[in-house]
């Protein structure tokens, strides 16, 4: 995508057309992004070097996977599929799943994205620097040169692509890992779906997709209540089936690629670690939860304190979900990437987690493909764990000041992120105005 902003556009929802702002405020939105940029070194434009090394590397996309064939698992027979919001322009991960005589084989299938970005490049010194991709409502800065984002990585409905598949025997009874199989392949997507899209092929027995789908989330939601059973705090209690589904697939694999790379391979890498907030804090944010109206915290549930949220939400009034979530966000510290996994993740519950399926977005995702594939651990590690946390941050931050910015001049920052933003000549046919 452009980084033009009368090209700052970022999809449209099913049935709805964009945000048509005229061309006055689109000037007043450029101005407030790059002031933002600046105070926070967000990278907005590609060094031509970088630019002209992704067109190289990517100008022969079929010839590659023709190439690598040979090396590589061809899943292209394998039913696949990607599931992702309406307005998503990089599509990182996509499934596949069937039922076993003693559980479910499931594969995930992530953008093989270092068969072209490999250290020693300048594409890897930029990706280095940005840390990850920054999504604010009708604007991305990529982490990767679009080229490589949204075409030639992209695991696009539809053709061939390259991937790192993460293949799980799991277990009916126990779900867990009875296997876990970590290679290079070749897939072939066979839809793009949204989120909506999958809770009507879920409802519709006769759509596309249906029996996988279905099957895909018998798994999930078995896989969601034992996280909760374990004591993995769960925020939002009515996620659709659509987010299940793919929250818990992702998580599933990226505990089987942290497994492998602490256990088996015993290499430090960029662990996602989240602290616990004291007692005296999370007793501060329960009490502030027991003292709101209609809302009640289970006695018995007191001294586990991430399974008294997930007690008190399922049973909570609609109208208190916020401030329920609220009061357990303001004691959450935040969680960090560090080269050492111990500690944990306070939030999962899981003793040990890292990032895997996001590469064209994540600069730890990233790297942990190129470490389980070579084996070979990036020099200053720990630095760069430093490193994409604070830029982590500044996204976040960045995202959140613009959407108060968005606010602030009349525009709604869900209605642009659902439908995307066109800047429209004539002011008479802007839905908003200076």
Known sequence: MSDSDDQAYAGTAEGQGPVRVDEELARHLENKREELFEEFEIRDEFPPAVLSEAEARASDPEGDIEDELEERRDLRDLTTWTTDPADAQDFDDAISVE?????????????DVTHYVTPETAMWEEALERGNTVYLPGYTIHMLPPILAETVCSLVPNEDRLAHTVEMHIDDETLSHESIDIYK????????????????????????LHEENHLAYELAEKLHEQRKEDGSLVLNPKRDRAHTIIEECMLKANKAVTHTLQWDMGVEAMFRVHP????????????????????????????????????????????QLDKIQWAVMKVMPRAKYMSDPFGGHHALNFEIYGHFTSPIRRLSDLVNHWIVYTDEVPEGIADLCDHASEKQQDGETCERIYKDFLEEVGLDAHAINDRGLEVVEDPDEADHTV
């Open 276 to 319: 616990q907030p004291t007692p005296q804090e999370w007793n501060e944010a329960l009490q502030e939860i027991q003292d709101l109206d209609g809302v009640s915290v289970p006695a018995d549930s007191w001294d586990d304190p991430r399974k008294a949220v997930n007690a008190t939400l399922e049973d909570a009034p609609g109208r």
């Open 99 to 111: 039922k076993t005589d003693d559980g479910y084989r499931l594969w995930v299938h992530i953008a």
């Open 185 to 208: 392949s070749v897939i072939h997507s066979d839809a793009r779906q949204t989120y909506n899209d999958c809770e009507d092929r879920l409802e519709d027995p006769d759509a596309p």
